[in-house]
């Protein structure tokens, strides 16, 4: 079984198409620039090592970009298969289900109706996601397609962790609660690190910490989720690349009061302008351990602000688990970057995190153990592969 898997953006499409017998990349590429005079196609051929090849011209939209996409993964030298007929699955990310998803779903009328309804919830990405669903259904007319959402992991919350203490009745009237979002990340990273530890994922307790230029931790227990740190948006949380993550609300007010912002303006600063990126001018943690070691004093204060902040809430998620089996890092930043972890679990030792200096140094691109052999609590940086979790999600919906 073939299936490709599609992530629109608001300018850029990801695209992979995988084999699932081997649950292996045949082919991946992204689209860049859509929209803008000059756009980019990157694509990779990854059936015998890899082979890349790129393509400037105008991109000024997602159909343009899907066909694009198309040609080469049809392309007589490159492409991985012959044509589309032989691609027998679709999946989609989607950001935003709602309360209206809790698992994959098998695209219909009816599928694209809800996700345009949530579109309130995901100005930024909804739009984008159906925009791809829209286009895939047109050149794939005969094959399933299924929309994966982000949020859907994070629907087995219960009401004390999702609610804000708000008045009720906009939760009732606007469904103005907590969602959270990576879910495909944190999903897979699970599933994996149970496997790991050689326990059924139903018997483990697990926190799941998906550090990127977006990032958000869940607490897992025996495989569903119970908290998230990211919230109504993916502005919550977690000190990010951009973003602030969690602030006090009255900043608002005290904004428009003060600087005569408007609310547009402000939101723009805490998605765009905060975060590693306010506080020293850098959103990319290289950059900052680069100006770190040349004694630049605001990159050490980034970087200790966005360790500190993962620390409090993996001390936060132990509590509201009573202990964990182990302690998981992923994505861009929990992979690569040992200096973040380290300083994430030093002085959780009375927690039962003991991380091991040796054993964490440098990237890791396989799933490894850093802790100690007497830590309590296991710590592992197993790689996220969301491209498969929506394939694998796309094939159990289609079964």
């Given at each position: 079984?073939?299936?490709?898997?599609?992530?629109?953006?608001?300018?850029?499409?990801?695209?992979?198409?995988?084999?699932?017998?081997?649950?292996?990349?045949?082919?991946?590429?992204?689209?860049?620039?859509?929209?803008?005079?000059?756009?980019?196609?990157?694509?990779?051929?990854?059936?015998?090592?890899?082979?890349?090849?790129?393509?400037?011209?105008?991109?000024?939209?997602?159909?343009?970009?899907?066909?694009?996409?198309?040609?080469?993964?049809?392309?007589?030298?490159h492409g991985a298969v012959a044509g589309v007929h032989e691609i027998d699955a679709v999946g989609h990310r989607v950001v935003q289900g709602g309360e209206t998803f809790k698992a994959p779903a098998v695209i219909?009328?009816?599928?694209?109706?809800?996700?345009?309804?949530?579109?309130?919830?995901?100005?930024?990405?909804?739009?984008?996601?159906?925009?791809?669903?829209?286009?895939?259904?047109?050149?794939?007319?005969?094959?399933?397609?299924?929309?994966?959402?982000?949020?859907?992991?994070?629907?087995?919350?219960?009401?004390?962790?999702?609610?804000?203490?708000?008045?009720?009745?906009?939760?009732?009237?606007?469904?103005?609660?907590?969602?959270?979002?990576h879910g495909t990340s944190h999903r897979y990273v699970a599933r994996t690190a149970a496997k790991l530890l050689g326990k059924p994922l139903e018997k483990t307790k697990l926190i799941t910490v998906h550090l990127g230029?977006?990032?958000?931790?869940?607490?897992?227990?025996?495989?569903?989720?119970?908290?998230?740190?990211?919230?109504?948006?993916?502005?919550?949380?977690?000190?990010?690349?951009?973003?602030?993550?969690?602030?006090?609300?009255?900043?608002?007010?005290?904004?428009?009061?003060?600087?005569?912002?408007?609310?547009?303006?402000?939101?723009?600063?805490?998605?765009?302008?905060?975060?590693?990126?306010?506080?020293?001018?850098?959103?990319?943690?290289?950059?900052?351990?680069?100006?770190?070691?040349?004694?630049?004093?605001?990159?050490?204060?980034?970087?200790?602000?966005?360790?500190?902040?993962?620390?409090?809430?993996?001390?936060?998620?132990?509590?509201?688990?009573?202990?964990?089996?182990?302690?998981?890092?992923?994505?861009?930043?929990?992979?690569?970057?040992?200096?973040?972890?380290?300083?994430?679990?030093?002085?959780?030792?009375?927690?039962?995190?003991?991380?091991?200096?040796?054993?964490?140094?440098?990237?890791?691109?396989?799933?490894?153990?850093?802790?100690?052999?007497?830590?309590?609590?296991?710590?592992?940086?197993?790689?996220?592969?969301?491209?498969?979790?929506?394939?694998?999600?796309?094939?159990?919906?289609?079964?």
């Amino acid at each position: 079984m073939k299936i490709l898997v599609i992530n629109c953006g608001s300018s850029s499409l990801k695209y992979m198409l995988l084999d699932m017998k081997k649950q292996a990349p045949m082919s991946s590429g992204v689209v860049e620039r859509i929209g803008e005079d000059v756009g980019i196609i990157t694509h990779k051929d990854l059936r015998d090592g890899e082979r890349k090849f790129r393509e400037d011209h105008p991109i000024p939209d997602h159909d343009v970009a899907l066909r694009l996409a198309v040609d080469h993964l049809t392309h007589p030298e490159h492409g991985a298969v012959a044509g589309v007929h032989e691609i027998d699955a679709v999946g989609h990310r989607v950001v935003q289900g709602g309360e209206t998803f809790k698992a994959p779903a098998v695209i219909d009328k009816a599928v694209t109706e809800a996700i345009r309804a949530n579109i309130p919830l995901a100005p930024l990405h909804n739009p984008a996601n159906l925009t791809g669903i829209e286009v895939a259904l047109e050149l794939f007319p005969k094959c399933p397609q299924v929309a994966v959402f982000d949020t859907e992991f994070h629907q087995t919350m219960p009401p004390r962790a999702y609610i804000y203490a708000l008045p009720y009745r906009l939760y009732e009237e606007l469904r103005v609660r907590r969602y959270g979002f990576h879910g495909t990340s944190h999903r897979y990273v699970a599933r994996t690190a149970a496997k790991l530890l050689g326990k059924p994922l139903e018997k483990t307790k697990l926190i799941t910490v998906h550090l990127g230029n977006g990032s958000s931790i869940a607490a897992v227990d025996g495989g569903r989720c119970v908290d998230t740190s990211m919230g109504l948006t993916p502005l919550a949380g977690l000190m990010m690349g951009t973003r602030c993550g969690d602030v006090d609300p009255a900043v608002f007010t005290f904004l428009a009061d003060n600087k005569g912002m408007s609310i547009k303006e402000i939101d723009e600063l805490l998605n765009k302008q905060s975060g590693l990126k306010g506080i020293c001018g850098m959103n990319d943690m290289r950059d900052i351990h680069e100006a770190r070691a040349h004694g630049d004093e605001k990159a050490q204060l980034a970087f200790e602000m966005f360790a500190y902040r993962v620390k409090k809430y993996i001390g936060a998620y132990l509590a509201v688990l009573g202990g964990a089996d182990a302690v998981v890092f992923t994505a861009g930043i929990g992979e690569n970057d040992d200096f973040v972890r380290e300083a994430a679990c030093s002085g959780l030792e009375q927690l039962g995190i003991i991380i091991d200096q040796t054993a964490n140094q440098g990237r890791k691109t396989e799933a490894c153990p850093v802790h100690r052999p007497e830590s309590p609590v296991q710590v592992w940086v197993v790689p996220t592969d969301e491209e498969l979790e929506i394939a694998l999600a796309s094939r159990a919906a289609l079964s």
